[in-house]
C-alpha cells in the first residue's frame, strides 16, 4: 500500500511538472512569436484592386490598382485621347499607424512630390479622402456600386467656384 501510494504520489507530482512545464513551453512560444500586423482599412479598399475604365466620345479613362504588399496599393490612371495621353497620375494608398492615406503624384505638378490625401470616412463600399489645404481637388470620393462597377468624384474649390468631376468605370 505505501508502495502504491508512492508511486501515485510520484504521478501526480511528475504531471503536474510536466504540465507546468508544457504550459511554460506554450507561453515562451506564444510570446516570442513575432506581433503579426494587420491592415483593416487596406481591407475594406481591397475591391479597387484590377482594371476599371470607361469609353466616352471625349476619350478613354483607364485606373489600374495592385496590391504591392499587405498596407499598399499601387495605382495609375490615365485618361488617353486618340493616341495622345492628355493626363496621368500614379497614385501609393497606404495604411500606416492606423491611417490610410491616398497620394497622387501628378507629373508636372508640385515639383514632382505627392500630394497626400488622408480617408476621412469608409465602409465597405465607399472611401473619402481629403485634404482641405488642396485646392482641386480636396476631396476624392470612390463609390463601388456593383463588383464590376465604380464611381470615382473629385471636388474642392476650382477658380474660386465649387466644382465637382464625376467618373463611372466598370471592371475591364
Same mark, same amino acid.
Given at each position: 500500500? *505505501? ?8 504521478? %501526480? ?18 510570446? *516570442?512569436?513575432? #506581433?503579426?500586423?494587420?491592415? /483593416?482599412?487596406?481591407? !475594406?479598399?481591397?475591391?479597387?484592386? +484590377?482594371?476599371? +475604365? ?5 476619350? %478613354?479613362?483607364?485606373? !489600374?490598382?495592385?496590391?504591392? *504588399?499587405?498596407? @499598399? ?12 495621353? @492628355? ?16 497620394? @497622387?503624384? @501628378? /507629373? =508636372? ?25 488642396? #485646392?482641386?481637388?480636396?476631396? %476624392?470620393?470612390?463609390?463601388? %456600386?456593383?463588383? #464590376? ?6 471636388? =474642392?474649390?476650382?477658380? +474660386?467656384? /465649387? ?10
Amino acid at each position: 500500500m *505505501n508502495r502504491t501510494l508512492t508511486l501515485l504520489s510520484t504521478a %501526480i507530482v511528475c504531471g503536474a511538472v510536466l504540465s507546468c512545464n508544457s504550459k511554460k513551453e506554450t507561453e515562451s512560444i506564444a510570446t *516570442n512569436a513575432p #506581433d503579426v500586423k494587420t491592415y /483593416p482599412l487596406m481591407k !475594406k479598399a481591397a475591391w479597387l484592386i +484590377g482594371s476599371w +475604365g470607361n469609353t466616352t466620345p471625349e476619350g %478613354i479613362l483607364t485606373e !489600374k490598382w495592385n496590391k504591392e *504588399n499587405d498596407s @499598399v496599393y499601387h495605382g495609375e490612371s490615365y485618361f488617353v485621347i486618340g493616341k495622345d495621353t @492628355v493626363f496621368s497620375e500614379s497614385i501609393q494608398l497606404e495604411e500606416s499607424n492606423g491611417k490610410l492615406v491616398y497620394n @497622387v503624384t @501628378v /507629373p =508636372g505638378q508640385n515639383n514632382g512630390q505627392a500630394t497626400p490625401f488622408e480617408l476621412t470616412t469608409s465602409s465597405y463600399s465607399q472611401m473619402i479622402f481629403e485634404n482641405l489645404k488642396h #485646392d482641386f481637388p480636396s476631396k %476624392i470620393t470612390y463609390n463601388k %456600386i456593383t463588383n #464590376d462597377s465604380l464611381v470615382a468624384e473629385i471636388s =474642392g474649390m476650382q477658380k +474660386g467656384k /465649387p466644382a465637382t468631376e464625376t467618373f463611372e468605370m466598370k471592371r475591364q
